[in-house]
């Protein structure tokens, strides 16, 4: 499983990455929007920990592209706002499989990850054995 974090908080980050790497996941810690996209282009992912509130502000662009280039990736979504927190996130970003809040447990943050990113590595999988037939 390979995971990106986009966190601007470094120590936050750190500890999500710890808790995912003890899942057994490859795990990418950046912090901003920008960063983010540029992995994306260059690596496959199966899923993205990504705060909705980046100092670049471009979450959601982040979200966009990764859905259009790795419809496969999921999303779970990070804040400490109210923003979005009527769900509507779902309507927006069609690659979101989580929205939690900031101060969710690590464990349980990297449990919610692991299992959309199990989700994704079999739907990439799947697709491949598709091609091959």
Request: aromatic letters at 8%; hydrophobic letters at 45%.
């Amino acid at each position: 499983m390979r995971a990106l974090i986009v966190q601007g908080n470094k120590d936050l980050g750190k500890v999500w990455a710890r808790h995912l790497e003890r899942l057994g996941a490859e795990v990418c810690h950046v912090s901003t929007g920008a960063e983010a996209i540029e992995y994306i282009q260059e690596k496959t992912l199966d899923a993205i920990v990504l705060d909705l509130v980046l100092s670049d502000g471009c979450a959601l662009s982040v979200a966009d592209f990764a859905n259009y280039s790795q419809p496969e990736a999921s999303v779970v979504f990070v804040t400490d706002t109210t923003f979005f927190s009527d769900g509507s996130i779902f309507a927006h970003c069609p690659n979101a499989r989580a929205f939690v809040e900031t101060a969710t447990p690590p464990s349980d943050l990297a449990a919610i990850v692991h299992h959309y990113a199990t989700d994704a590595s079999r739907a990439r999988a799947d697709a491949r054995s598709l091609a091959a037939d």
